[in-house]
């Protein structure tokens, strides 16, 4: 079973400039939610999508958007890039509600870079 | 809100010997803990959760309510165990399956 797929790998952008990084899922997993991994922070929670609704958001400004498809693969957004959304973004898939301790499995990343 | 800390930003012991990251928690329900480890150029992969109660590569953890802790335990570290652990944390209910708490991260080093 192929794991969580992440794309791109790298993203090098320029401030005031808007991004997309797109996750797709394990199969049959439904829940995905995004992850902003820094060396200050550590990892923190962005939003969580399923069936294509937002389940819970984290403590980020609204620059930080998602959304989710019918076939579960999710997409996040950043608008007007600073330099501190300079990060590696996680994405995990789960099976969702209903799978009771279902962990989260991990993509590869996007390695961010903001000039 | 919930928190989780680990100490121990870096644990260093010699292959063979007893290993224990620690992990604490605040939370005011019922939690669900996790660990995950990243290895060298690797994603993050969950180890352990608190609910299953298994041994995985020789690691187990145990929930302790009372002292809110999740401490990993390994009695005979290899090398191969150098790598970052996190402990992580989860809402208990089922609401809130996608968000994990995250602490800072242990790295183990394994010296041979």
């Known amino acids: 079973k192929a794991g969580v797929t992440q794309t791109p790998r790298y993203l090098i952008k320029t401030r005031g400039q808007q991004v997309t990084l797109s996750c797709s899922p394990i199969s049959g997993h439904r829940s995905v939610s995004w992850y902003q991994q820094t060396p200050g922070q550590g990892l923190q929670f962005l939003f969580e999508y399923f069936s294509e609704t937002q389940r819970n958001k984290g403590n980020f400004p609204g620059r930080f958007s998602g959304r989710q498809f019918s076939n579960s693969r999710s997409e996040m957004n950043v608008s007007t890039l600073e330099l501190g959304d300079s990060a590696l973004y996680l994405c995990?898939?789960?099976?969702?509600?209903?799978?009771?301790?279902?962990?989260?499995?991990f993509g590869n990343g996007t390695r961010l870079t903001v000039t | 809100a919930q928190r989780v800390t680990q100490p121990e930003k870096l644990l260093s012991v010699f292959k063979g010997a007893p290993v224990e990251l620690k992990c604490n928690y605040s939370?005011?329900?019922?939690?669900?803990l996790f660990w995950y480890v990243q290895y060298s150029r690797q994603r993050l992969q969950l180890l352990l959760r608190?609910?299953s109660r298994e041994s995985i590569k020789g690691f187990t953890a145990d929930l302790n309510k009372g002292e809110t802790s999740f401490h990993l335990k390994k009695p005979f570290a290899q090398e191969e165990d150098s790598a970052m652990y996190y402990c992580a944390l989860r809402e208990g209910g089922g609401t809130s399956y996608g968000k994990l708490t995250f602490g800072q991260g242990t790295i183990l080093t394994v010296h041979p």
């Open positions: 939370y005011s329900g019922s939690p669900e």
């Open positions: 995990a898939s789960s099976l969702g509600p209903g799978a009771y301790n279902s962990p989260l499995h």
């Open positions: 608190h609910i």
